[in-house]
């Protein structure tokens, strides 16, 4: 635990612009040692992170050094995320937030991390070596009994922060809450449909999450789809009809990746389908959905082309994602499509684009391809079991009812299979631990499974919108406003669906506009 020597080179090298970090040791006593100076120019609060094997700095628990330049305070802290919820909470008394230290002690405010807690705080000039050693070995020993009450280690559960680490390491900005929801509807149903805003890294997410967790290029299959596809060859083939006993294969690859997961059922294969909406999903998909619900193969051919098998599943360890863009190229999807489907929308915010231009658009580097694949095993299990009925599944339920009453009259009402995935999405949430409670669950699948398939005239859905907009709401009353316009959307304790509720307001505004409205955007 003689850390010494690498926390004055540390120390030394925040008085510079240097935010190199190879030069520095990775691992220290069994945990893996994070560092940070900054991301394209110098940090306000550049840290040293001690990571065990689960923990990641954008979920997590970990002893953490923070150097606050203008104090000259070196703090060794419990530290917690703060991207997401840590899994685990410290559990030590008489724990002081850095934000309260520094209060306390007239040092102003924290410019970062003030929500972890204070250790040991050090003047820089004046350090020893032997008191370090000795804090560094109390804390991580206090660090791994935390670790060991709570059985982090022996809990198999799909590592999702380690993805969201390696999304914002290769530079892809987006809302952990979206990676939360991604991971959480590809275990509870394998097909999403991701839709939004052009540009906005829809199709990297899903080839950056396949690539990540598979071993093999073999595991992956992009497939752009195009506007000519007007049955299911570009994906199936077809049996050559000019020379009995061969069948033609799509030069997409989909056969093989269907063949290689029914042969494989340990491992996650991936189907992306790019700019879905491009043709009629419909003419050229029919047969997945109907694989996907019945769990019976798809035929290929009459048993004559021996070179490909007569049939093929859509087996449970084929994860389908299909991207789409709306505008007056493409096509809408049938209810059909979104009734099996959950419709996870893209957009900016203001930060992501800001912390998008600071990193450059840095690309995703080769060598962190298949970074995932131990978590791989873990996926495709949860994804084929029956996972333990969410904390919230009573309320749950209640709140379902309600909706499902609202959606009727509309024509928009849910049936049997949209409420099973909606229930099991939430407990997929719950094993995860994202710990997140019913208001933000109930969001989530209103955005996912219930909004997407509102359409129609204003006649139609003008009731329908207001119902929904009242039920997203605290104080009912002060909907009309907020629709029109009048006033800004109310404040966080003042709504229960906060995502929803915003699209609602822009549905209703294009039914206004338009006359005609639908959960898609152009």
């Not at 990676?179 to 449909?193: D, E, G, T, Y």
């Not at 998008?356 to 694949?373: H, P, Q, T, V, Y």
Request: glycine share 8%; net charge neutral.
């Amino acid at each position: 635990m003689d850390f010494f020597d690498e926390l004055t080179r540390f120390l030394a090298q925040c008085q510079t612009e240097n935010l190199k970090t190879s030069h520095f040791a990775n691992r220290l006593e069994g945990l893996k040692v994070k560092i940070s100076f900054g991301k394209g120019h110098p940090a306000r609060v550049p840290w040293i992170a001690f990571l065990a094997p689960g923990q990641h700095i954008s979920s997590g628990i970990y002893p953490f050094y923070l150097f606050y330049k203008n104090q000259q305070l070196l703090v060794l802290s419990f530290g917690v995320s703060e991207t997401l919820p840590p899994p685990v909470p410290w559990r030590q008394s008489g724990m002081e937030t850095i934000d309260s230290y520094f209060k306390r002690n007239g040092l102003g405010k924290p410019a970062r991390y003030g929500g972890s807690f204070v250790f040991r705080v050090y003047e820089v000039a004046d350090l020893d070596r032997g008191q370090i050693k000795a804090d560094l070995q109390e804390i991580t020993g206090i660090y791994h009994a935390t670790l060991a009450a709570e059985g982090i280690a022996k809990t198999p559960r799909f590592d999702y922060p380690a993805f969201y680490q390696y999304a914002l390491d290769s530079g892809l900005q987006i809302d952990p809450d979206v990676v939360i929801r991604f991971v959480a509807a590809l275990i509870a149903k394998p097909f999403v449909i991701l839709t939004g805003l052009s540009g906005a890294g829809k199709t990297r997410l899903a080839h950056a999450f396949a690539r990540w967790i598979c071993e093999t290029e073999e595991q992956v299959c992009l497939v752009p789809v195009g506007a000519d596809w007007t049955n299911r060859e570009p994906l199936l083939g077809f049996p050559n009809a000019l020379e009995p006993g061969q069948y033609v294969k799509p030069e997409s690859g989909v056969v093989d990746l269907l063949i290689s997961a029914g042969a494989n059922p340990r491992r996650p294969y991936f189907l992306i389908l790019d700019e879905m909406n491009l043709s009629h999903v419909e003419r050229y998909f029919a047969d997945f959905l109907s694989g996907m619900e019945s769990g019976e193969p798809i035929r290929l051919h009459n048993g004559t082309a021996g070179a490909v098998p007569a049939r093929v599943l859509v087996a449970s360890n084929l994860f389908i994602v299909g991207t789409v863009n709306i505008d007056e190229t493409t096509y809408m999807f049938s209810p059909k499509v979104l009734d099996r489907a959950s419709v996870i929308e893209f957009s900016i915010s203001k930060d992501e684009m800001q912390a998008f231009l600071k990193s450059a658009g840095k690309s995703e580097s080769d060598n962190r391809r298949m970074a995932g694949g131990a978590a791989a095993e873990v996926f495709v299990e949860m994804a084929r079991s029956i996972v333990p009925e969410s904390p919230v599944r009573e309320q749950l339920n209640a709140e379902l009812l309600a909706l499902f009453e609202i959606l009727k009259p509309a024509g928009a009402e849910f049936g049997y299979r949209s409420a099973a995935e909606i229930l099991r999405f939430a407990a997929v949430i719950n094993v995860l631990g994202a710990n997140w409670p019913l208001q933000k669950v109930m969001d989530a699948a209103l955005m996912q499974k219930l909004l997407p398939k509102i359409y129609g005239s204003r006649r139609k859905l003008e009731p329908v919108l207001k119902a929904l907009g009242r039920r997203c709401l605290a104080n009912p009353d002060l909907l009309d406003d907020y629709l029109t316009g009048k006033k800004d959307l109310p404040d966080a304790q003042a709504v229960h669906y906060p995502a929803a509720l915003e699209k609602i307001r822009r549905i209703y505004r294009n039914l206004i506009d338009h006359g005609f409205a639908s959960y898609a955007e152009a």
